[in-house]
T-cell receptor, first 110, second 116 residues
Framework: DAKTTQPPSMDCAEGRAANLPCNHSTISGNEYVYWYRQIHSQGPQYIIHGLKNNETNEMASLIITEDRKSSTLILPHATLRDTAVYYCIAVTGGGNKLTFGTGTQLKVEL | GAVVSQHPSRVICKSGTSVKIECRSLDFQATTMFWYRQFPKQSLMLMATSNEGSKATYEQGVEKDKFLINHASLTLSTLTVTSAHPEDSSFYIC????????????FGQGTRLTVV
């Protein structure tokens, strides 16, 4: 799996968009970009994944650069409940074993 | 989405005893499940891959005789921490999902093990 790099922490005001970046410059052609989050003392939760095209679901949007070397997870209207550690993972299949990096601790504040 | 249930959510045991943690896929069959361990303020570390009907595959540095994994059915994998010691105190998490590309993993709620 390609190595991913994320900032260790970010703050966001409630109601504003949270944009979480991820670098994956060595990603291979068959690897997807997956995002999971982990709220304190819970198991990780799947958010979204994509290969080349931008993706959107009820939780978030995923923007992948054309060269696929980086991506951004967007939470359009962050709430206090979105405070969590967000993990970006590059892997061929999300149902396979996952290698978690250190992630980004997102803190949403009033 | 699919649900993976882990039990118990918390357990406290005495040093030297064994503890069993269950991981169930509630609405799908999982030929493969994964066990992770997470120490405080650290990320998840893969311990082993649990394979239905065959032996588990352990990551480097994980003692297979200490962390016994059984995957006897398509919906249940168990992790037994044998002869537990305080350093085994950790958050244990299982996951399951469909193999292949363009799939997602579903995680259990995690088990907080405290060895006293």
């Amino acid at each position: 799996d390609a190595k991913t790099t994320q900032p260790p922490s970010m703050d966001c005001a409630e109601g504003r968009a949270a944009n979480l970046p991820c670098n994956h410059s060595t990603i291979s052609g068959n690897e997807y970009v997956y995002w999971y989050r982990q709220i304190h003392s819970q198991g990780p939760q799947y958010i979204i994944h994509g290969l080349k095209n931008n993706e959107t679901n009820e939780m978030a949007s995923l923007i992948i650069t054309e060269d696929r070397k980086s991506s951004t997870l967007i939470l359009p209207h962050a709430t206090l409940r979105d405070t969590a550690v967000y993990y970006c993972i590059a892997v061929t299949g999300g149902g396979n074993k996952l290698t978690f990096g250190t992630g980004t601790q997102l803190k949403v504040e009033l | 989405g699919a649900v993976v249930s882990q039990h118990p959510s918390r357990v406290i045991c005495k040093s030297g005893t064994s503890v069993k943690i269950e991981c169930r896929s509630l609405d799908f069959q999982a030929t493969t499940m994964f066990w992770y361990r997470q120490f405080p303020k650290q990320s998840l570390m893969l311990m082993a891959t649990s394979n239905e009907g065959s032996k588990a595959t352990y990551e480097q540095g994980v003692e297979k005789d200490k962390f016994l994994i059984n995957h006897a059915s398509l919906t249940l994998s168990t992790l037994t921490v044998t002869s537990a010691h305080p350093e085994d105190s950790s958050f244990y998490i299982c996951s399951a999902g469909s193999a292949g590309p363009n799939t997602e993993a579903f995680f259990g709620q995690g088990t907080r093990l405290t060895v006293v």
